[in-house]
């Protein structure tokens, strides 16, 4: 296949810089390089959470051989797909809904949106313009993560699970919409689709958020706000009890992979029905917290 041409919208979260690294082979070690595609294009954008970081991360994309313009709209004809990489899950629909309605498939960074309404309004543009649509936590294909799931035939089927993970909370990306999407996409992973009611127990140091899928298995994740953190997961499963400690080492690397994969096959490697549910987990998580724990039905 010839080179695939990135572009990046929006340079205030580091995964801008992270993953140019890796497609255009500068700056990290060999064993991090992806191959088939190539960041051609960057718009910085603006920024409500991070503005700081744009002006140095234009820099550091500008030493990896990527030509800066001042407007998205500039990108369209001279790329195959775009990157956004917005750290606002708020900024995702209208950046997303420009390019998916080009027909340009779209890689958008976690969380997909900060309400169900616009991650639907998302799906919902790219199934009508036929344009692939992914979103994902680097996490979900740390090599931990998927020497799990290569093995998940020796374990016998996930009955539940607790997944971990720091959880600090940023005004922008409310709840477990920002570091908590990682634990919360690593629960999806190892549990699989089908939650529906969630219980968020909150407290200052943590969230614990308990959801009961449909076939009776329950699933926690740990949103830790205080005291030592780390990622990791516990499942439970018919043959074992299987703890996964996870590494980012390779998971910015393999997340860049996926989007190749995503971009030659036209198939996301997370099903978009997984993909909302994930965000209607997170929304029913804040409506349970506001409700004094209550049980919450995912809409």
Known sequence: MDMIRLGIVDFDSSHSVEFTKRFNHVGVDSDQYVDGARVVLGCPGESDMSPERIGPHAEQLRHCDVRIVDRPQEMIGEIDAVLILSLCGDAHLPHA????????????????????????????IAEQNEATLFSASALRF???????QSQADRYGQTCGAISFGPAKRMDGNPGLFHYGIHPTELLFSVMGP?????????GESADVVTGRWQDGRIGTLRGIRQGAARYGVIAFCERAVVPIEVSSRYAYRNLCREIIGMLQTGRPAV???????????????LASERDAGSAVLLN
Request: a negative charge; aromatic letters at 6%.
């Open 142 to 148: 740390s090599e931990e993560m998927l020497q799990f």
């Open 194 to 202: 089908g939650c529906r009611e969630v219980t968020n127990t909150c």
């Open 97 to 124: 809904r420009l390019f998916l309605e080009a027909g340009i498939p779209a890689y958008v960074d976690k969380p997909l949106a900060c309400s169900l309404s616009e991650a639907r309004e998302m799906v919902r």
């Open 271 to 285: 099903a978009a029905s997984e993909m909302l549910e994930t965000i209607a987990f997170i929304e029913a998580a």
